[in-house]
């Protein structure tokens, strides 16, 4: 089955640390995004990337950093520059955008 | 001003009734719109869009689209309990693709 794989599920950062979270499609879209969503907040864009090797910055850019080296991955680095990390991160890919979004199923990650 | 604007609710049905969400958008290039149905804890799917003025029915969903009151419902018949959600809308034009907070739905017993 064609869908976006997000891992790990679950992931805890300590002070000061980086982490990465993975995203992975099989759905040959072309376009791929990264959203963080807080508690009782909507979905906040990070980056988004329309073609291998290219990638633009979003509303909350500062503090993560992403690379776009296959089709298929997408993966996110939230450094230890972002203060408050703590959230739900949305990976999503898109054939256009008439089409909408199809959505993995999310990482959260923790500060301890 | 927000670019989708969405009542956060949260809104009660009784079992079996209709619930309409709703939600209005700002910028009048927007080309299509979106409904997603997010369970706490889970990530958003999309269960219907709507691009066209007027009505698209699929299934126990209406969505409904006017664009000259920049004006996008879902309206979903027979409510079941396992339709307790929150709901986002969304729509895009050629550069962006935004995001409503979001309106909870709670369908009672």
């Known amino acids: 089955d064609g869908g976006i794989t997000q891992s790990p599920k679950y992931l805890f950062r300590k002070e000061g640390q980086n982490v990465t979270l993975s995203c992975e499609q099989n759905?040959?879209?072309?376009?791929m995004y990264w959203y963080r969503q807080d508690p009782g907040q909507g979905l906040r864009l990070i980056y988004y990337?329309?073609?291998?090797?290219?990638?633009q910055k979003g509303d909350i850019a500062e503090g993560y950093s992403v690379s776009r080296e296959k089709k298929e991955s997408f993966p996110l680095t939230v450094t230890s520059a972002q203060k408050n990390p703590t959230a739900f991160y949305l990976c999503?890919?898109?054939?256009?955008?008439?089409?909408?979004?199809?959505f993995g199923s999310g990482t959260r990650l923790t500060v301890v | 001003q927000k670019e989708v604007e969405q009542n956060s609710g949260p809104l009660s049905v009784p079992e079996g009734a209709i619930a309409s969400l709703n939600c209005t958008y700002s910028?009048?290039?927007?080309?299509?719109f979106f409904w997603y149905r997010q369970y706490s804890g889970k990530s958003p799917e999309l269960i219907m869009f709507?691009?066209?003025?007027g009505d698209k029915e699929d299934g126990r969903f209406t969505a409904q689209l006017n664009k000259a009151s920049q004006y996008v419902s879902l309206l979903i018949r027979d409510s079941q309990p396992s339709d307790s959600a929150t709901y986002l809308c969304?729509?895009?034009?050629?550069?962006?693709?935004?995001f409503g907070s979001g309106t909870k739905l709670n369908v009672k017993p």
């Open positions: 969304a729509g895009n034009n050629f550069n962006k693709f935004y």
């Open positions: 709507i691009y066209s003025n």
């Open positions: 759905l040959n879209h072309d376009a």
């Open positions: 910028d009048r290039g927007s080309q299509s």
């Open positions: 999503a890919s898109s054939r256009d955008r008439t089409y909408g979004y199809t």
């Open positions: 990337s329309q073609i291998v090797n290219d990638f």
